[in-house]
Structures are given as C-alpha cells and as structure tokens.
C-alpha cells in the first residue's frame, strides 16, 4: 500500500456501483482507497476522452493448483503460443519471465490480469488437500488479489453427512474445512459424479445414486445451498453441474437451479443469490447427439432470468486452442475419448478427483461455432447484467486473456456477424443457433456490471471491489475508449481492454500503456468461520485422519507462512 | 522394498484401507522384474520377463485387452501367464501401476513407459486404472513442481536467452551442457553431481569454479573449490516438500539448526543480494523472501 496520492482527471467514469454511465468526474486516491478528495501534492493523472472504472473481478477461474500445474508441465507445447518475450526493459524493471497461453505461468497471470485491469481472481476448484500448493502457488502470482474455493460436492464428509440430512454437521465441517485450508467458499463440481468415478462411473441426474455413499446429487446440492446459508458465507454456494457438456443437458440444468427455490439467503455481506452457478454455457445444450446439438441459450436464461435467486457467469467459448481441467474426473476421460489427446487423471483420497485434457476449439468444426454462439447468447439474453458474469471458465473454454475479445462480440454485432460468416458450416451453425437474430449490443455500462460490480457483489465484496465509491480499494482501471465517441472498429474495444492505458492496484500505478511496472501488493482473500465448536465433527474428523488419510492432522492445515499477505472476511455464527 | 522402505507398509502393498480393510489380503500383486527381488518374492505374480523387453510386454497386455490373440510367448513370459495378468488387471476394482528406472534406462527408455500408459489408459475403460512413477530423492518433485508453475517446465530449463525459458532434453540438460563444454561455473545443489553423473561430463566441469550446496560431505562436496553446507527441510528448517505423488507435506523442524549455517532459501536470497549489488540492479525478488519469515516453531491451528 503506498500513501501517494493519486487523482485521476477528467475520465468517463463507468461505476454500476452508484449508476455512473459515463459521468466525468475525477477519481481520488490515498492509502490504497477511494477517497472524497486529496490534497494539491496528488499525482494527475490524465484521463481525459478516456473510460475509467474499477478494477475487474473474476469469478471463476483456474489458475492456480496442482491441475493447473499438470497441464503446464504436460503441454510444453502451449509454451509456443505465449506471445511474450521480456523484453529489456522488463527486465530492468525487475518482471520475470512470462511463458505459456492457455496455461501461463503464475507471473504471466499475475501480469496478464493486470494488463486487462483486473484486480481479484478466484481460482475456482481448490483440492483441500493440496491446499498449500495453492497457497504457493497464489503467493506466486504478482500484482493481484485472489481466494480459492474449495471442492465439497464430493467429499466423503460432506455426503455421509448429507445422506443422514445432517446441514449442522456438514456447516461445521465446511467451517473447519475453509479455516484450515484458508478457503472462500463451497465449490461443488458435478456433485456426486466426481465421486461414482472412483468406480469409474458418473452421475448424469439429479437422483442417479452415489455407489457407496447412497446419497444422490439433488441431496448434495440441496444440502450444501442450506449448509452455506447456514453458516452466512460471503459468497453463495458455487456449482459446476451434473451432465456437462452433453448434448440435451439443459433440461438438468433448469432442473438443478430450480433446487435454489425455497432456500433463503442469509448473510452479512450483501449478497442475494444462494446459488452461482458457473460456465453456463456448457449446460445449454439441445440435441440427443452431437448431430442435431443445439442452442438452449433462451430456455436456460428464461429460467434464470425468472429467479433472482441465481446468478450465473457464461463460460464463452473463444475458438482457440486451449487446456480443459476440471475436478469433473469422468467428464475429462469422456472428452479423451473424443478427441483422443493426452490425458491426465488424478484421484484425491476422500475429497475429489480431476481431470486434464487437450482441446481445440476449431472454427471448422459446427459443435465448437455453436459453443461460441450460446456462451455470446447467454449474456445477450440477460435481463439482469448483474447477475451474469463474463468468463471463459478459464482455459477450459478459452484463456482469460481473451475476455477483451469476448466484450468486443458482446458490444458489436458487427464483429459477431464478421466470425459467423467465416464459418465453414455457417449455415448449420444458424440453424442450431439463434445469435444472428439478437441484434443487441452491450454497453460499457453492462460489460462493468458484468466485470466489476456483479461479480464483486456475488462475493460478498461489494464494499471491498468492483467499485469506484470512497472507501473501497483503490482498483482502477484506465481504458483507452471514448465513452461518448465509441469507435465503430470493433477491434479498437478488443485492444483497449486487452491493455489498459493505465491500471492502479491498491493505490499504486502497476500498469502504464501495457507495461507493467511494479510487482504490486497482492493479497490472500480468504474467509475464517468463528462458530462453537462441533464435538461430532471434531471426533469424525480425527477420527478419519488417524485411520484413512495418508496424511496426519496436524499437518494437513496451511501454515501462516504461506499466504503472507492475508485479507480475511470473518463470519460470526451464534450457536 | 528396498529402493523405497516405506512403500509398501503406507501405501501400496500392506496398509488397510477405507475400501481394503483386510490390507495385502485384499490386493493383487504383479511384479514385473527380470530379477528375482524381494518386492518379486512378495507378488502374487512374478512375471520374470528377459531383460530391456519391457515394451513387447505392455504392449501383449493391451493387444489381449483389445481382444486379439498374441504369440505363446512374449518377452519371455507364457501367454496363459500374460491372459491371465491381464484378466486380473480388468476385473480389479483400482489398478495401480508403479514404475521405476528399471523401466525408463533400459533399451526404448521413454517408449517404455509410453506403452505403460497407453495400457493405463485401455484400462479406464474397463476398470479405474492409473500409473505412477516411484522417484527418488526426497523432495524432487518438489522443484518439478515449483519450475513448472514459475517457467513451465519441469527440468532442464534454459534462462539464458533472457527472454523466455527453454527446454529440451538432450540439450539443456546439466549433462548435455557439461559434455559440449558450455559452462564456465557449475554450482551443484542438493544433488551429488560427483556419483550421479558421467565421468566425462564432470571432468568438462571441474575445469571451471565447482561450487556444491549440500547439508553433507558427498563426492562431488569432495571435489569442489568451495562447498556451502545449509540446513535440511524437515530437520532443522521447515518447509514444504512435495510427496510422489505430488501431495505437498508442510515439513517441521525437529531440531534447532547450527548457529551460522544458512537455509538454502537464505543463502540464494545472500547471493541474490550480492548479485544485485555488482549489477547495480534493484533486488525486488528480496521481498518475496521477507514477508516468508518462517517462524521457529510454525503453529498447528
Ligand atoms: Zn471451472
């Protein structure tokens, strides 16, 4: 945190946060936060016939942990793509090297977000017992803020808890289970399936039974919305649904987020959904085979649009070549089996399992242009931009890198029609589609509602990111667009948000054109639960370490050490 | 047995567990070995194959899964022996296949474990199957690991371009660059460069400063101009250290370190410094290591 004053001059500021569409007005700043004004000494900065608005948040993403890792040390070859060289500069100014495209390296990330404007990342699948692999790798990663969500869909735990009902027993658990791991939530990721693939089976429905455990997903969900209302975390339960990616799916998916009717939100932090749930865009899917698979973009976004109780973020796919991971283990062996690239599995004793594979989105290919038509469908057929979310479900259906040319499609119908027609199978892919019929543009307005306050707000951290207000951090970007005179290039709005004139982390100028100059101050974001203590838990837990772990409880939890720069939300539950 | 001792009592052969309370009696053993060793002696199956025909064996298996015929004898081995392995590896309910240096130095290297795989991966769709190499050295999955999420790779990594990070095996390997005589100072760390490498690629290095990092006296300590011992992660330092099968295990110390000697995470944050002084650059790495103070006796929440 520097105490330098900042003030930012003359910019259209876009801020969801106190419905400022373009407003010019200036943006002070001092220790690292937002404030009223600052004194004659503060560095101007100019940012006139300039956007300004608050750094991005992203809500779900993969980018650091040991499934990431697997797929940068076995694809040497995406090192190919990486598109930097450090250049002499860099490295006088003390940057490390970047490598990697669909997998960057851990300093790339940091300093890719950062070009973008991006101020916090949650890595979206945290395996609890690779928690401290994480936490190195977070540390890692200069410049900006994340948390991590650990995975319970699957956790042996949790759904022997959930098969007997027991939402106390399982809130306690995930209490100590986000204490010790300095977690941030629960994450579910094709609950039940990850764990029937301990067999080698799945769980394509709602109430296909978990050999062993005798539990069914719709217990799980259902159980996991309650226990995290239970405890009043910041951020809702976050799924990843049963039945991913198969042609015909969405009928599960309407039904599964049908499961959020009936819970009611409680919590401190101001959020209102009590389910995410994330990559939609794999969820939409018609058909009954990869033949006549299609878009049911407009049956799911009724369905969310209807219950504000959801939120969703879309999962667009870019049309490159790129890395799937996912703690979804038989989904992953399935996807080998398709396109027969290499394949990593690995099972996580007790809690979860993941799977790495391959996978090019090629624009020759009809199934690939429909993907990229309903995630681009998803968001235009929002009623509420603050309840979706843009992501690429990073790099599974596409690098984070690519969120500037996602923008570029949502704003321009133009720059859509431009990709539509350089398709082989054009006429197949309208046929399954319904994206050359929306002729809606997104405003920057909408895209920071998508970027910044939604996300922030479906954290729990409205008053912390996303936002521009005095008192919050001092996240800002500075994009190189004319609010009232948007270019009719579509390209300039894809490079403008792919290198921010300028970018200010935590009160400190880290980005300048595209370069970036500091290491910055980045932060650990995780949530500490206080609650009584649970005796059942407590002697299940010992219990479990003595006899079926491989490793002991006292060193299962992540030492201080390893997140030195923590930024902790505490929950109070009474008892 | 003897390469890892703890092996077979934790984790493959004789531990109960969730699945297998009755432990070994539950479990299926196949060695593959042409030596008759003492893991051998303990297997339910001893497939002693000849020597360096590790490929032709993997490759039966996955021919038999495929429901083909294959010859009366493979490898050496009967093919009643090999229908019969590969029935058990199907029906299994997890099928765990550990490989060793056995298998990745001897003729067809890498192939070798190619076949491995490829047979890892048949066995999916049959069955939950997966594979694993048996390391060595302690912690050397750790730097795998560390390298692969800061360059991308694992081993063998190339900065000298300054631009990027570069790898390829067989030519920037330590030995490949010993051999062509590239290096002017070689500092050896954790390892012991002086009994694992070749003859002629140390002979290339001791013409130049040979530096050695290492808590002990090994040979290649013997034969260098200056060794610097450190403190041991899990003795008298702690620190993470990366199991086989890539769980990380947050070490403690169990005895209070030598006054003066340094932990390697010091003592390269020393030469860092000093690096920095010469070049007359900033040294910003040095707050990373600054806000990593570890404390003596690490918490257990
Ligand atoms: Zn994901």
Redesign the pocket.
Known sequence: MTSGEIIIKGGFVVDPTRKMEGDITDIAIKDGKIVDKVSSSAKVIDAKGKTVMAGGVDV???VAGPKVNVGRLFRPEDKLLSGVCRSAMAQKNGARMESGFSIPSTFKTGYDYARMGYAFVME??MPPLYSPHIHEEIHDTPIIDEGALPVFGNNWFVMDYLKKGEIENTAAYIAWLLNVTKGFGVKC?NPGGTAAWGWGLNCLSLDDVVPYFDTTPREIITGLLKANEYLGLPHSMHI?QNNLGNPGNYQLTIDSLKLAEGIKTKNKFGREQVMHS??LQFHSYGGTGWGDFESKAKEVMDYVNKNKAITVDT?NVTLDETTT???DGPFEHHLHSLNHLKWVNVDVEMETAAGVVPYVYDPNIKVCDIQWAIGLELALYAKDMNRIFL?T??P?AGPFTRYPRVIKWLMSKKAREAVLDSFKHKDKVIDATTLHTIDRELTLYEIAQMTRSGPAKCLGMSNIYGGLAPGMNADVGIFDLNYKNMPSDPEKIEKAFQRAACFIKSGEIVVKDGEVLSRGHKKTVWVHVNMPENLQVKRDITQSFTKDYTVSLVNYPVRDYLAPHPFVLEVDVEA | MHAHPRHTSRYSIFPRGFFTPKGQMQRTIISIDPRQTDTAKLADIHLMLNQGHDYELFDAFRTVLRGYDIPDEVAGIKKEVIVKSAEIMKKAKFCMIFFGMGCTHTDGHNHNIDAAISLTRDLNNHTKASIMAMRGHYNITGPGQVWSWQFGFPYCIDLSKGTHAHMNPGETSSIDLAMRDEVDCFVNVGTDAGAHFPIPAVKHLKKHPFITVDPNFCMASEISDLHIPVRIAGVDEPGVVYRMDNVPIQFRSVIKGLPGVPSDEELFDLVYERMCELTKTEPVWLAAKADRKYPQNPAVS
């Open positions: 779900h993403a993969h979206a699948a990721v990843h994330t990559h999962g991971m996912t703690a992501t479900d990073h599974n």
